[in-house]
């Protein structure tokens, strides 16, 4: 079997103004669709974060790919690292967005040929990654301060008859009674049992009063927040003091592996992490200094779906547990998290999705259904999610009327906050 084409489709899909420590959302969130096409008809799919920079390295790649095998990943890896090297730190531009592309060209090439072969031996993806040792994959709530608001071109609809989810995901979101109602929106829809508060918006002390507010309403469910790195260690070891017995973990309170191990010394909140060691060539130092507890997945951050199995390996071998990190998506990256959340022997707590947050879908029969906050992992075969062609069609014209080429949330928050800038350490 050979690659005879790969098709790069950017999209842009609604997303509601979400307040994070790089400023606001904007109204459309983008992804790029890959379709992989070989020589015996069939096509296999991905989906990766959507930015020009990703766009142009992936059809760069594309005149070396076509002509291999999908069945042959590693030599597919090894002719990536060969035309592109290896991104430095400084490349991956950390502060405040992670824009590494030769991982998202990996992890787009890697899970579409997977999709390929699953389709090829009538398997789904699971199957191709040692099989399923779970057949639902659990998935965490996940909160956001907010303003009122849907994103794209719901943004300006006031949606007077909306209920449940769909008029919880459109409200304010800034008080600790506003995101209780947020938190009960969300989890009657989807059934979540654990939850995660994306912190780094608003001062540390409001933020905790909210964690307060959820504990208060949801005794039994484990609450994660995540101040994205944007308070300093001091603030840090002062709010986990109060925050001891009722975090499941702290993801990425304070900046860097040593602010990481610092911290560790002064709580027993285990700190997890998709900020300070989100790469292979990250594990010696954060090993050397003890830097997290747990690691965030990603597998369009990490290179693929197997790369992440060889994390999860590497997570259990050093004492270190495994979750997933998300960003705005559609159902082709879903499916793909679901078939690694299945396979993954060593996966310990609840996966991140911002999936609630959005409405719009590329696949056909909409968007994936969740059942007590978890996805069953399909058994059809490859990835087990086709495209629904009129729907990315319509996300693609979305994508060039936008106008956005990359993510800014700092520019977004100026339309909010006239003269808001990023600082890396806030708080
Ligand atoms: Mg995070």
């Not at 506003?178 to 009657?188: D, F, H, Y």
């Not at 964690?211 to 300093?232: C, E, Q, S, T």
């Not at 547990?321 to 990256?333: D, E, L």
Request: aromatic share 6%; glycine share 8%.
């Amino acid at each position: 079997m050979k690659i005879t084409d790969i098709k790069i489709t950017p999209i842009a899909v609604s997303d509601p103004p979400l307040l994070n420590a790089a400023g606001l959302h904007a109204p459309y969130a983008l992804r790029t669709i890959i379709e992989i096409e070989t020589d015996i008809g069939i096509t296999g799919l991905s989906e990766i974060p959507g930015s020009s920079g990703a766009d142009e390295a992936l059809a760069e790649a594309r005149d070396a790919v076509i002509g291999l095998d999908p069945f042959h990943l590693s030599r597919i890896m090894q002719t990536i690292t060969q035309q592109f090297g290896k991104e430095t730190r400084a490349e991956r531009g950390l502060s405040p967005w992670d824009s590494r592309k030769i991982v998202h060209v990996q992890s787009a090439l890697e899970v579409a040929c997977l999709d390929i072969i699953g389709k090829d031996t009538g398997r789904p993806v699971v199957d191709l990654l040692g099989g399923p040792v779970r057949e639902q994959v659990p998935f965490s709530a996940y909160l956001f301060f907010k303003h009122r608001g849907a994103g794209g071109e719901l943004e300006f609809n006031t949606a007077p008859k909306a209920t449940g989810w769909a008029a919880a995901r459109q409200a304010e979101g800034l008080t600790p009674e506003q995101m209780v109602a947020q938190a009960q929106g969300m989890i009657e829809e989807y059934g979540f049992r654990s939850i995660k508060l994306k912190g780094g918006a608003l001062e540390p002390a409001q933020e905790v009063a909210s964690i307060h507010a959820l504990h208060k309403a949801f005794p039994d469910a484990p609450l994660r927040l995540d101040p994205n790195a944007i308070w300093k260690v001091e603030t840090a070891v002062k709010w986990a003091k109060e925050l001891e017995g009722i975090l499941e973990y702290f993801e990425d309170p304070v900046r860097g592996q040593e602010n990481m191990a610092r911290l560790k010394k002064h709580t027993s909140i285990p700190l997890a992490t998709n900020m300070c060691t989100t790469s292979f060539e990250d594990l010696p130092s954060s090993i050397a200094l003890g830097s997290e507890d747990i690691i965030l997945s990603d597998h369009h951050f990490w290179g693929g779906l197997k790369a992440s199995i060889e994390l999860s390996r590497i997570c259990e071998t050093f004492g270190r547990g495994m979750s997933m990190h998300s960003n705005s998506h559609v159902g082709i990256s879903l499916a793909a998290m679901v078939h690694l959340g299945a396979a993954a022997r060593h996966l310990t707590y609840a996966l991140d999705t911002h999936y609630p947050w959005q409405e719009d879908e590329v696949i056909v029969g909409g968007k994936m259904k969740f059942e007590e906050g978890a996805v069953t992992v399909s058994r059809e075969p490859g990835l087990g999610v086709e495209l629904d062609r009129t729907e990315l069609a319509r996300l693609h014209e979305n994508y060039k009327r936008c106008g956005l080429t990359h993510r800014n949330d700092e520019i977004e928050m100026q339309k909010v906050e006239p003269g808001w800038k990023f600082a890396a350490v806030r708080w």
